[in-house]
């Protein structure tokens, strides 16, 4: 069984940064891929970024390309989400995920970027 925790989220001013992490523990074989999706009340789950586990690169959505910045640390099974220049349109639930055989997801966290 794999357990996942995020955290990070927070209320943030626009133009602000937070980091996300995500760390997994348990029972699970390879990991394929770690990564975010977030989503807002009433919108379905919208992909953020992924990180491929092997070689560590990174996929992003094009709407924040160029301001988040994936990273993972193998070691400690943990993945991390460098948010920079957040904009009131990155406001949401951050759900981190791990895929193995399966797609495991954690709590969730609430990102709030006001001013």
């Known amino acids: 069984q794999v357990q996942i925790v995020d955290s990070g989220g927070g209320l943030v001013q626009p133009g602000g940064s937070l980091t996300l992490s995500c760390v997994a523990s348990?029972?699970?074989?390879?990991?394929?891929?770690m990564g975010w999706y977030r989503q807002i009340p009433g919108k379905e789950r919208e992909f953020v970024a992924a990180i491929s586990w092997q070689r560590g690169n990174g996929h992003y959505a094009d709407s924040v390309r160029g301001r988040f910045t994936i990273s993972r640390d193998t070691a400690k099974i943990t993945a991390y989400l460098q948010m920079n220049s957040l904009t009131p349109e990155d406001t949401a639930v951050y759900y981190c995920y791990l895929q193995n055989t399966d797609r495991n997801w954690g709590q969730g966290t609430q990102v709030t970027v006001s001013s």
């Open positions: 348990g029972q699970f074989d390879n990991i394929y891929s």
